[in-house]
């Protein structure tokens, strides 16, 4: 058998057509991956070779038949075959022979193109390229090729005409390639049967080990795939009789082998920062699928890099995902818009879409060709349907976190970090997915109460937030002058900006509720500052305190809310009138506003962990303070220069006038929102009357509680106006976390959703929110000074490798040969 294989490859690369096949290939490989512009690794912008392992499958398509096609033919059509019967081998050695010797022949072609790998990692500027996913699509590529070989060794011992085992080879690779995976696609089969024919084609399994995942179910697939293919070659060179029945036993065998296979659930995931394994709450969830789920990802097309390379991650997020649904997961990448001529009905489309949470952007590209600019409508978006009578999701696969190159607010605008920004939307995708499925297969929908009775707010100022509470829970309003709020019923309390104080009896309740098991979200004002009053005066004033009447309750269960107010030079601008214009028309400026400091995570945390800035308005500080059995976790502080005014703090429109002012911004990480999870102990134990007490049971009935019978959670920011949105004159309720004229959104409501998603929600995919994927970046300056440089090595020199492995293997043969 091995000097079979030996004689198929040096007969390969005996003559000058083996070197010729091969050297175009890597030639024409080269161009395509780093001359073409349109699919050139060079132009994608990553570290990665995705691209190449995307395409290649298809150029194998054409190499290894041009390969195999002579293996067994010329043999045949020469006469030579019968000449290696009489040698002591059987045919299966003999086919088995050959095989290898087109695997080493393969192996040979494909081992050049390492030099790519080497390129990108030298041109890397972060991360560098991932080196097990690297691997792993290697060998994704190897075993699909020897799929393509066992194909093409059998299409050659079909005919002896060369030329037509090239074609039955090429045809028949491309057919079990693509055709099941197109023949998935159709209508026909879209009810559960699409997964089970996508099961027979080679794609789904090639795509899933080139993600860098090895499974058992893919590689028993492949090594099933190559014997049938082996041992029907076999059939074809014996004169046994019954073959038509041995090739219907071997075909319903390699069936059943590849459906058998896809129950073995081991995988191994070879990427460097485990990106395709998920968290066990998700694989949880999964698991718990009954019926079809359907995602339509309206992300692709012509795409830039950026949003190319997010495409590509939520295609491997949701095929892992199906990988742990029992298959339920069907997955559609389209357009909105496709096939639809009509621009009224691609405006009434879009505007549907959009309403429902679809977002669109408008994307202008320079195309490197020359100065013109591409306008692409680009759809950053999926929706998730489940059952017919409930309303799909829309996932926004954005990142909620902007990454910044600088944070200099005071001078300019800060850059955004578009690939950075792009790599934390990767990260959270198995987040965003998780939930969407959560929320539509969940059997219960917690109950959110707003609590008024303490003038909380009930006009316009919180639709923002009752919209976006109202569609994922059920929203109601508590007046807390009414009655205890019971949480058995109530997940979850909403306490937003009060400005009346809390009496005794509010105080109870609320203790009472928490010692139940009930969760609450405060978010307090403890200083009156608002900027209406600062217009109103003439240009500062005194913020006062409200007198709520609040600070032992929360004191004891583990917090404090200072009486001061808190400012940070990374702060967000506000408009304010600076002069008149020539023509007496008021001119505005946007200038720094340090009452108004931004705020993100800065210790990891499962709510605010990958989120964008979040903008308090008129912020106080926060302190934790010892509450026995509660642990605490900041979720929102300030940036490394802050400072704080202390109560009575004065709120001037020059609050910073001199350098003097600015050294007092001193401090760091000034916390403004805080977690708080545990067992709490209530307020009133041994201060109450028995006549007191008496009155909680009859109100409740339940027993008054001195401490609570189950974990609970609190968080409790020290602003209430992060939740709030403000409300222009012509257009309305404006989103939370936008300030007219900033043109910006800050991440106020994922903040405050994941907040209540966090308190009411039983299960554990917070846990995959804390997912970090490595940006693995090329360096563009090196790229711009030397990308001719790297264009020139990767497309020539693998064909010099090729050309000098035939010159020094000719020179071998001639030593060894010559008489």
Not at 109 to 136: E, H, N, R
Not at 144 to 157: E, F, K, N, P, Q
Not at 421 to 444: G, H, P
Not at 748 to 773: G, H
Request: with cysteine; aromatic share 10%; charged share 20%.
């Amino acid at each position: 058998m091995w000097k079979i294989c030996k004689k198929e490859w040096q007969q390969f690369f005996a003559s000058v057509t083996g070197y010729l096949v091969l050297g175009i290939f890597l030639g024409v490989t080269g161009l395509l991956f780093f001359v073409f512009p349109d699919t050139s690794l060079l132009n994608f912008g990553y570290a990665s070779l995705a691209p190449f392992f995307q395409l290649m499958p298809w150029l194998l398509l054409f190499l290894i038949p041009a390969i195999t096609m002579r293996s067994i033919s010329d043999e045949i059509r020469t006469g030579t075959y019968e000449l290696l019967q009489t040698l002591p081998l059987t045919v299966r050695q003999i086919i088995v022979g050959k095989y290898l010797g087109v695997l080493f022949v393969v192996l040979i072609a494909l081992g050049p193109t390492v030099i790519y790998a080497f390129s990108m990692q030298a041109l890397s500027i972060t991360g560098g390229i991932d080196v097990g996913a690297t691997i792993g699509s290697y060998i994704s590529l190897f075993l699909l090729a020897g799929v393509y070989a066992a194909i093409g060794i059998y299409a050659s011992s079909v005919t002896n005409n060369t030329i037509a085992a090239f074609g039955i080879g090429a045809l028949v690779s491309f057919a079990l390639f693509a055709g099941f995976s197109a023949i998935a696609k159709l209508p026909l089969f879209s009810g559960g049967a699409d997964y089970y024919i996508e099961l027979l084609g080679i794609q789904m399994h090639s795509a899933n080990i080139s993600r860098g995942v090895l499974a058992a179910a893919d590689i028993i697939y492949f090594v099933a795939v190559i014997g049938f293919f082996l041992y029907i070659t076999q059939l074809q060179l014996t004169t046994t009789s019954k073959k038509s029945s041995k090739l219907v036993v071997a075909i319903a065998l390699l069936i059943c082998i590849s459906f058998l296979g896809s129950l073995v659930s081991k995988r191994l995931d070879l990427t460097e920062d485990k990106r395709f394994t998920l968290s066990n709450s998700t694989v949880e969830l999964l698991s718990n699928i009954d019926s079809t789920i359907t995602v339509e990802v309206f992300l692709t097309g012509s795409l830039p890099a950026d949003y190319k390379k997010l495409s590509m991650a939520t295609a491997d997020v949701l095929a892992s995902f199906n990988n742990y649904a029992d298959n339920h997961i069907r997955v559609v990448f389209k357009h909105p818009g496709d096939g639809i001529s009509s621009d009224t009905a691609k405006a009434i489309l879009y505007d549907s879409l959009q309403k429902m949470g679809v977002v669109f952007e408008q994307s202008n590209t320079a195309q490197e060709s020359g100065e013109a600019i591409l306008n692409q409508l680009i759809v950053p978006s999926a929706m998730v349907y489940y059952q017919k009578n409930q309303p799909p999701i829309a996932v926004d696969l954005r990142s909620s976190r902007k990454v910044y190159k600088q944070f200099n607010v005071l001078s300019e605008e800060p850059q955004e970090d578009v690939e950075a920004t792009r790599n934390a939307a990767e990260a959270l995708l198995e987040n965003k997915f998780a939930t969407a499925i959560y929320k539509l297969i969940r059997k219960e929908v917690p109950t959110i109460a707003y609590v008024v009775g303490n003038g909380q707010p009930t006009d316009l100022t919180v639709n923002d937030l009752g919209e976006s509470l109202r569609n994922d829970y059920r929203l109601g309003i508590f007046d807390l002058k009414q009655a205890y709020p019971d949480a058995s019923v109530i997940k979850t309390l909403v306490m937003v900006k009060p400005k009346n104080t809390f009496t005794e009896e509010d105080l109870l309740k609320i203790d009472q509720y928490v010692m139940n098991g009930g969760n609450i979200i405060w978010f307090i004002d403890k200083l009156h500052a608002e900027l209406d009053s600062l217009k109103r005066t003439e240009g500062q004033y005194t913020a006062f305190d409200r007198g709520l009447g609040l600070d032992e309750l929360l004191f004891k269960y583990g917090v404090r809310i200072n009486g001061d107010l808190l400012q940070d030079l990374n702060c967000s601008k506000i408009p304010l009138v600076v002069g008149k214009n020539p023509d007496g028309s008021i001119r505005m400026q946007r200038i720094p506003w340090p009452y108004y400091p931004l705020l993100s995570a800065r210790t990891p945390n499962p709510i605010s962990e990958n989120l964008d800035r979040v903008l308090p308005i008129f912020p106080s500080s926060i302190d934790t303070v010892m509450a026995k059995g509660i642990q605490k976790t900041i979720l929102l502080a300030s940036d490394t220069n802050s400072r704080i005014l202390p109560s009575p703090a004065l709120v001037s429109l020059n609050s910073v006038r001199s350098q003097e002012d600015l050294y007092s911004f001193n401090k760091s990480y000034v916390p403004v929102a805080v977690l708080l999870e545990g067992k709490f102990t209530s307020l009133f134990s041994n201060r109450l009357a028995k006549s007191v007490i008496d009155s909680v049971r009859k109100s409740t009935g339940k027993p008054y509680l001195s401490s609570a019978v189950k974990a609970g959670k609190q968080i409790v920011v020290a602003d209430g106006d992060i939740v709030t949105n403000e409300v222009s004159n012509t257009t309305g309720p404006l989103p939370m976390g936008l300030i007219q004229m900033e043109n910006y959104r800050f991440a106020n409501r994922a903040f405050f959703l994941n907040s209540i998603d966090y308190l009411s929600s039983s299960n554990a995919l917070f846990e995959s929110r804390n997912k970090t994927v490595v940006l693995r970046l090329l360096n563009k300056q090196k790229l711009s000074e030397q990308k001719a440089i790297w264009q020139i090595v990767n497309v020539s020199l693998p064909v010099v490798i090729i050309l000098l492995t035939g010159y020094f293997f000719q020179l071998w043969r001639k030593k060894r040969y010559s008489i």
